[in-house]
């Protein structure tokens, strides 16, 4: 009966933390482009998805949409694999700042790398990403190449349910 036990506790444990190496999907609801000081809505097709590890690096993303990525990147990458551009990992990320405004959103500025990786095409390019967030749950982003300060994207988030 003691061997039960352990075997239940032991199970239990493996569980809790399978579970809390998850992640968050979140799905745009709408986008925004801001070029050269003008605030515009944003057309993409498909969906652009975030991803957030929950046990990686805090503000660590994964990016997927093919035509939001290869704008962002101006089509600079040349891959020879075109579906590279259909995800990027924000890794290493540095907190540059955070604080939190009236309504209690709390918005937190990283400056990071974004990685495009597949077999044999690597592309990487440094990003300041901005997360806002509330009660644990993220509302929104905006992001930018770091040498390119007139052109940013800014998203609505809702989570994937």
Known sequence: MK????LLFL???IAINYAQQGSETLIVDKAWV???E???DYSY???IVFSAKINSEEGSLRIGNYDFLYDFCEGKAKFLNKATYSTAEFSHPRKLNAHTDKQGV???TYEGTL???SDNDYYSVIVIVTLLEKGGN???AKMRLKDNERKEYAFSLKPNS
């Open 3 to 6: 061997k039960y036990y352990i």
């Open 11 to 13: 199970l239990f444990s």
């Open 34 to 36: 801001n070029d050269s």
């Open 38 to 40: 003008e605030w515009s």
């Open 45 to 47: 097709s498909g969906k």
């Open 106 to 108: 709390i918005n937190s």
């Open 115 to 117: 990685i495009f990786q």
């Open 138 to 140: 993220f509302l929104g």
